[in-house]
């Protein structure tokens, strides 16, 4: 096949007559896979132990001066003598290799250590030729990796999952940054990834919205701006409701009969109204299905900022009633669910043994007037999801807030004799954003925040006139500017982290920001504009020329990354990328002095552009992942 000749092409580069395909090992997307193989042949050669076992013995490095590639002694598992004794034994017998430098004893591990000049010379081209590819490792995701034929495993993502007319808070945000990126991540992983939305858009409160809306809707507003005026609609009915219930309180401590206040009241109308719906009645329908379209062709305008897509807009309102009725059947026939005082409750620390107080408590899922619950929605939702999409793997992401929510739910699965369904659940979670305002107030909608970033970041470009001069659509570039600083501050810690939002520290050019990536993309693409090489000239670059350490160092680094993107299907957190990317980055910027292009001959040149648009690649590659959009000039 292509990819195998490609293969060969780049091992006879190496001078290595062919590569051991051990489990796991694919050296046509992942060129450390190449020297792991090889690792693993001579390690073989010199201890007899099996392959298998030194394969995935052989692990990457947390930094440079520690090997490219490391390994632990202990993990071959060799009885009746110290790890140290015998390093000492195998490095003596280890045998020249065109690849790597004999290994050397680091306490319990091997370290290994690639010999530059054939990396340099393999690994450029290797990005050259991957490109946008290059870091991805569609193998994963199939049902069998070690087997191209098998089929793409299904993975669903639901991520974001807004309230209609009520604030996008910074839950919502955190969903969204974090959601994209795992579903890019998956992709890029192989996987079949559906992506939804699942929307909260029901509820009795969606009867008070459409109250309001009765009483002071307007047809232009909602047009317009369909996010906002709902949302102030809905405000305007909750203030009006909150006095209303002031005044019913108050008159029924003076003793007054508020039966009749009670039965015509905002909440009650509400209620009817939410009836109305449940029940299919057309006109009340209708009304909230605008509502819910409308809203979804805005949020759509948001997310496409963002670089996402979703491929599903469900929501709560999309749990039919009848499934709710058949898991409420299995739940009480199954003994999990009871009865109390007319509502239907699970207890379960009647079914998960563990310390009172600590476990999964009780959960309501039917009131007792009968209405579902958010937990009663995801069951049924969950159970429709596995047949509409037979699933592999879903994940939800949603604020640790709703950690118990999700145990409930994952938890009332398995009881309701689904293990398998349960199995496949992982709830990701993220910590909260504090302090999050714009300087006009209180962020109300993801919209806000980002207009509000994106104008700072217009201001500081506007200081340096003669670049501003040179970019095509400033506003345009400020926009992106001030998503890339959102994100980044976002994507910076672990997620289970707190945070807080600071619009000053995140669109700055200092420190590892936003902006600071996006500045390294834009100078990479300066200085190739600038030097003017063609592909051809790249292509044909004299790589022998790279020798210096800040060149050779650099390589090592572009070398990692495909391992990088597997260490992240492993954490699943943005920051494990983000932190390979600043890394590299300040690597790339302090090279700038000693690997200058201007002034140099042609062919050094050409060597170093090789080198320097080989970064640019890979930082493009990794900025795309976490969903931001690399800039060309700011
Ligand atoms: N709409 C919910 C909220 O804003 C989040 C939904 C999370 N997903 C779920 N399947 N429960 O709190």
Redesign the pocket.
Known sequence: SVETNALAAQLERLGLEKVEKYPNCFPEVNPIDIYRSHITSLMHEVTGIDPAIIYPAVQWTQSLDKGDAILAVPALRVKGKKPAELAEEWIAKFPESPLIEKPSAAGPFLAFFFKPAGLTKFLIPTIRKHGESYGKNPHNGLVDPNDPNSGKKKMIV?FS???IAKPFHA??LRSTIIGGFLSKLYEGAGWDVTRIN?L?DWGKQYGLLALAWEKWGEEEALLADPINHLFNLYVRINQDMTAEKEIIEQKKNLGEDVSELLANCLDEQARKYFRRMTDGDADAVAIWKRFRDLSIVRYKKTYARLNIEFDVYSGESQVPESDMENAAKVLHDKGVSEDSDGAVLIDFSKHVPGKPGKGLEKAVIRKRDGTAL?LTR?IS?LLNRQKKYDFNHII?V?ASA?DL?LKQLFKTIELMGHEDIAKKCQHINFGLVLGMSTRKGTVKFLDDILRDVGDTMHEVMKKNETKYAQIEDPAAVADILGISSVMVQDMSGKRINNYKFNMETMTSFEGDTGPYLQYAHARLCSIRRKVGLSDEELDSADLSLLTEKHATDLVRLLGQWPDVVQNTLKTLEPTTILTYLFRMTHVISSSYDHLRIVGSEKELQKARMALYDSARTVLSNGMKLLGLTPVVRM
Request: hydrophobic residues 5%; negative net charge.
């Open positions: 639901e999952s807004p309230n839950g919502h699942y909260g958010y995801d939702e939800y949603v709703q929510h």
